[in-house]
């Protein structure tokens, strides 16, 4: 198809090498580096390096940080983070004739997450990182990543609860027909529940997208207990512009724009920083070459399988192989992602359960006009939802009805049917149409109940509140 | 063993819907295919009684389904609508010509009435003149913006108030994707859009939006519908290749990957302080434009003076270069100005108006 709305793309077929040989900074030294169309030395590259990085910096020196500020680098032992250890280092040293400089930063805490027990059979990852971690003399916080099923990492640090989803195999041709009780979280240990957890979900996409957002709770939660108000993440230029792509496939445009700003502060009290972003991943590399850093080799769930495996590998080896032919995509799609923004009327009550990003209300029934499931003939598609709702939602129904099935309820915690149904955003919604039965991580299981608490208390008091659609 | 219809639970399946993975029989499939179109249009309230709609027809599949679509939803639901079939000439021999000819077809199978615009009496340029010209690089771009003005000028000769287009979801996603890849800030806003209006210019919609291409393509097969069904012959864009080819990839990792785009693109917002282009009208043949001039005029201007290239990258350097445009250089007539030249512009549209 020839497009209406085609424009002109204006590619330099013919890749002109550069005739100087100098670098063009300095124009002395001779150029050892090529990056796109220009030429460096080693020592201008450095420079350059460390100045795309203190921009971001001082960013946040302005924005809104206060002087000695607690913050936590996220180092996952890749070759992004191993570089900002040092340059954030590098920025917060204050050598002995800086004497009028402050401190940005009191202290610096390094969490490393080990995946290790996704695999099984790979070793850990924790010593060799933690020994990087003490080569700057850094608090070390290392974490096994099942440890997501411990209580610690709830926002009360106290709920032990699991959350059960099942998905019901007899009306599996539905969206959304899924019911979640909350369960005890004994019997096996966190990591076989992590095992089993990833072994329920049958497709890949859902699973690496689960583990990122188990992730990013352990560290936001781990921020938050050692007092840190500030997380830095090592994302790449070249990770963001496939982040950007990836997301957008599977249905996260909404809350993108937060998942690869250079700084946000939807978790309020830690903020999520990025001082990488204008960085790529070539010349990372080449920096990390020149200092001699190793890297800790972390594998993925894709990792050493074909391109088709995921929609996040996918999309990686798309824009790696663009960028080869077409030396802007990176940057292009990095700058279309940051014009982006955050719809201004989210609220932040209104989060995920799954992977607490702000979500749309109302995409069930978006979805449900578009992908019709059902003919007139049975039940009627008019009368669908209800009837979706009546399954999900037993409880609360009939609770409602009669005060004395309410307190009921609460005695009886367990195997009580929660409505997770409107408390899911667009893209986690998707990833659980592949999981067939799953026990989601204490994390989850509050987020759900309190917004479950919440729309009862809701009910009650709804004659008094004021729409303003109305 | 055969495996019964999920929907229906008596027929036999013999479909996989490509949009959800379902397995259902043929009669099921029709009805989820019809109602989804007719729930896109219903909540978006595409239209009202009376409207004159033109669909722009150019005898591929998803505008044959389009209109084979409208007319069974028109009289189902009784939109009460005046359809109207709206075919562009693009002067491309043995791609056009032929095309054409189904949709001549389709005007008889159908009865709807049908105008035929076409490039060389709009522009003095068939396409086949223009790759003459301009080779075979860049040429999809001058018949794209053509296209777009041809579909406009031919809607204000039927005198219809509203245009539909067989852009369907996977172009949409596709269209997406393109934007982010190329930066377009203002496009990837607008182009999830279900409906397009500008001043002075009619409104445009695509009530395929939710719409898989594949599921066209099964519905036209197992309808019999007639389409045609050859590629272009001039050579589609290389980059969007890569964009088509990894959307088909993601989609067959997840099928829902096509209509995940499209709700992405829907919630973008583009931050306030990022300036968009601001839509005017063009100096030259008041067609809507966000420059002094459209493109169209851009394009034409080069190829009336040898200048292919007027039109495409360095527009400024090359007016430098080479000066305004001479005073008796061909024009685009103008767009939607007085009865008179409206007049004028039918004489010059040939078609089959019934």
Known sequence: MCSIEETLIDIETTKSRPSDKNCIKCKTSRATILIRHSTYCKRCFQYMIVGKFRKNMEKYRTTNSQIGEKVMIGLSGGPSSRAMLQLLNDYNETLPHEISKKQLFADVLVCHIDESAIFDTQDSTMDRVKKIAQEY??????????????????SSGAYKEVLNVTFDQSKQQEINEFVATVGQNDGHSNKEKLQLLLRGISKLTAKEDFVWYLKQTLLIHTARRTGCTRLFLGDSSTRLSIKIISLTSKGRGFSLPLE????????????????????????????????????VFTSSLTS????????????????????????????????????????????????????????????????????????????????????????????????????ACCSQNDRTKFDQNVDISDILCYACRVNMRDAKEIALPPYVAEEAEKENRRRKLRKHIEEFLIDDNE | MPRTCVICNKERASIKRPKTGQQVCRECFYYVFETEIHNTIADNKLFSKGDKVAIAASGGKDSTVLAYVMKLLNERYQYGLNLFLLSIDEGITGYRDDSLETVKRNQQQYDLPLKIISYSELYGWSMDQIVKEVGLKNNCTFCGVFRRQALDRGAVLLEVDHIITGHNADDIAETVLMNILRGDIARLQRCTEISTTGEGCIRRSKPFKYTYEKEIVMYAYFKKLDYFSTECIYSPNAYRGHARTFLKDLEVIRPSAIIDIIHSGEAFEVKREVKLPVQGVCKRCGYMSSNELCKACVLLEGLNRGLPKLGIGKTNRMRKKHGDMPKNTATIPQFLESSDEKKSATSIVEGTLQ
């Open chain 1, 137 to 154: 003399r850094y608090p070390f916080v290392g974490l096994p990543i099942e440890n997501i099923f411990s209580a610690d990492y709830t």
């Open chain 1, 304 to 403: 050493m399988l074909p391109p088709k495996a995921s929609i996040e590998r996918l999309t990686e080896d798309f824009i790696v192989g663009l960028e080869k032919d077409y030396p802007s995509t990176v940057s292009t799609i990095t700058r279309t992602g940051s014009k982006l923004s955050i719809q201004n009327s989210v609220d932040k009550e209104s989060h995920c359960m799954m992977c607490l990003m702000p979500y749309q209300k109302g995409n069930k029934i978006w979805k449900n006009r578009i992908t019709v499931m059902r003919t007139p003939s049975l039940p009627s598609t008019k009368k669908m939802p209800t009837d979706q709702n009546a399954t999900i939602c037993k409880n609360e129904t009939s609770s409602c009805s009669q005060d």
């Open chain 1, 260 to 295: 690869i700003s250079g700084e946000n502060q939807w978790f309020e009290d830690v903020s999520i920083a990025r001082p990488m972003k204008d960085i790529t991943l070539k010349e990372i590399c080449i920096y990390n070459h020149y200092l001699g850093f190793d890297n």
